[in-house]
């Protein structure tokens, strides 16, 4: 398999999975004009489009992509009905076109029925988990998003997170305002700062990686538990989570 990274819109990722005949997944198109640029540069054929959410930066190259590909099929939740989708899929279910098989994943939080799309090593998770940090949470709760960050935890360190959008600089500064001892999170910080400095792409990321510089993935941890202050012993890592996530969102 091949994973093809396409920038789209301001920050987002658009991922291509291509096998070795040819065929290729669309996953989260934002927009048609750079897949399609893809697509014909490398002789690809694709098989199908994969939606995690029906957020227009992850839909909206939709329709001009069927336009070329009248008979792609599209896999999304519920909630990409009327984004273009034309089966239905929900957590649980296995996307299995020609020879590619996806597991689907619920990860409600970021919206109502959010979804993740995972054939080992590679999980699209959208605006689930990002590098070192998580997705905001607009239409679910942080129970659910707390959730459904504990499925992709629980899936082999060398899962790659391919997520849909470039945040990691900015999670990492964000993760080391809140914890700057952490010496992993502080190299880290070092090296992604180069990276982006250079115009660099930072993801795909294992999820071995994040374990390590990821805040979102450590709530039980007591040195970070004391960073924020919560002086209880063994509290709720849900509380610990929902705190993380306030004080992100105001950061």
């Given at each position: 398999m091949e994973l093809i990274r396409v920038p789209a819109l301001n920050d987002n990722y658009i991922w291509v999975l291509a096998d070795n005949q040819k065929q290729c997944i669309i996953v989260d198109p934002a927009e048609a004009e750079a897949v399609l640029e893809i697509i014909t540069q490398r002789h690809l054929t694709p098989v199908a489009i994969l939606l995690t959410h029906h957020h227009n930066d992850h839909t909206g190259g939709v329709e001009d992509i069927l336009n070329k590909f009248t008979t792609l099929p599209v896999f999304g939740s519920k909630e990409t009905a009327d984004k273009g989708a034309t089966e239905l899929v929900a957590d649980g279910d296995n996307v299995v076109v020609n020879?590619?098989?996806?597991?689907?994943?619920?990860?409600?939080?970021?919206?109502?029925?959010?979804?993740g799309f995972y054939q080992a090593p590679y999980l699209f998770c959208g605006d689930t988990l990002f590098s070192a940090g998580c997705g905001r949470?607009?239409?679910?709760t942080p129970e659910q998003m707390y959730q459904s960050i504990q499925k992709i935890a629980a899936l082999p360190?060398?899962?790659?997170?391919?997520?849909?959008?470039?945040?990691?600089?900015?999670?990492?500064?964000?993760a080391h305002h809140i914890w700057p001892e952490n010496e992993a999170i502080t190299q880290y910080l070092q090296k992604i700062t180069q990276m982006r400095d250079k115009h660099q792409p930072t993801v795909p990321t294992t999820l071995k990686t994040e374990k390590k510089i990821n805040i979102f993935l450590q709530c039980d941890n007591q040195q970070l538990q004391k960073k924020l202050q919560i002086n209880m012993q063994n509290p709720p890592l849900r509380a610990v989570f929902t705190l993380l996530r306030q004080l992100k969102d105001q950061y």
């Open positions: 020879h590619f098989n996806f597991q689907v994943i619920s990860l409600s939080g970021h919206t109502t029925d959010h979804i949470i607009f239409e679910g360190d060398d899962t790659l997170i391919c997520c849909a959008h470039e945040y990691t600089l900015s999670n990492l500064k964000f």
